[in-house]
């Protein structure tokens, strides 16, 4: 039974702890710094719930040269403290443009992005290296704050009926600690 409570502790601690995944400051966006082999031409900033996000960026005229081709990986966070697995999204392609676009959901706290970079010999580069661009919401949560045009002031978003973040993960801890609660007994009277 320690095991498994060590289990359930790991994933308490994983699903209430706040959105530590964003890089920069809360509600910074994270842009590029002029160093990548790519433009932004336009990017929607903040993103807005169930609104569409679009980027577009222009590969530079040296790597559309030398055959560098990009892919353009997303993903979306939400308010609490969740993030979807990275998206490598089908980008609409016209000579170096390279245009994605999504919706995020309801209740998110920012899209991460990427450009996957492969030259002419096959070897792949992230840019930024490590880590990502960032777009913050509207109206987004993290380690006990609100913030965004659309937060109010005594805390959630305006417009938006799920104001509590974290208690989607609650629940769900609660249901697994249960679950497993339940076969620890089931095993325990079989012995």
Known sequence: MG????????????????NSFAAGDAGVDVNPEGDEPFTVIERTTPSV??????????MSQEAHDNGTTFKIVTQICTNDGVCDPPVT?????????????????????????RVKATDADGNNTN????????????????????????????????DNSEETP??????????????????????????
């Not at 089908?90 to 920012?110: C, F, G, K, M, Q």
Request: hydrophobic letters at 40%; a negative charge.
């Open 3 to 18: 095991r498994k409570s060590l289990i359930v502790s790991v994933l308490v601690l994983i699903m209430l702890s706040p």
């Open 49 to 58: 719930d169930k609104e569409t996000w679009s980027l577009t960026i222009e």
């Open 89 to 113: 999204m089908d980008a609409e392609i016209t000579d170096r443009l390279h245009t994605v676009s999504l919706s995020p959901p309801s209740d998110h706290s920012y899209v991460n992005w």
């Open 127 to 158: 840019h930024p290296h490590g880590d990502w661009f960032t777009t913050w919401s509207s109206c987004w949560y993290t380690e006990g704050t609100w913030g965004g045009v659309d937060a109010l002031s005594d805390g959630g978003c305006a």
């Open 166 to 191: 974290g208690f989607t993960a609650i629940i769900a801890v609660a249901a697994t600690t249960l679950a497993i609660a339940a076969v620890s007994r089931r095993k325990s009277y079989q012995k």
